[in-house]
Structures are given as structure tokens and as C-alpha cells.
């Protein structure tokens, strides 16, 4: 094995892990995004089967 193949093997091995740890790092990031969008989801309002009442405002009194 030559000098150039050395290196060219080591390139690729190098381009290899950075390409790993980028794919890991942005699985992380979108593991957390969904932990605080959990966090941070507000409650859903449902209304009752049969229809909520609805309650009148007095603004004029």
C-alpha cells in the first residue's frame, strides 16, 4: 500500500465518523425537540358528548 492510498483511506475514514457523529447528533436533537414539545403541549379542550353550555358575558352591567 502506497502513501496515497494511506491517506486516501484515512480520508474516507475520517469522513466516515464525521458523517456518524452528525447523524447522532441530529437524531439527539430531535429526540429532545420532541421530549419539550411534550413538555410544553398544552391540554386539548373537548367539549362535552352532547354539547358544551355556552355562558353568557353580562359586559353591559
Not at 21 to 30: H, N, P, S
Request: aromatic residues 2%.
Amino acid at each position: 500500500m502506497t502513501a496515497a492510498d494511506k491517506t486516501i483511506e484515512n480520508a474516507l475514514s475520517l469522513v466516515a465518523q464525521s458523517r456518524s457523529l452528525r447523524e447522532r447528533a441530529l437524531e439527539r436533537r430531535r429526540e429532545l425537540q420532541k421530549r419539550t414539545e411534550m413538555m410544553i403541549a398544552r391540554p386539548v379542550y373537548i367539549l362535552k358528548k352532547n354539547g358544551g353550555r355556552q355562558l353568557s358575558l353580562k359586559l353591559d352591567s
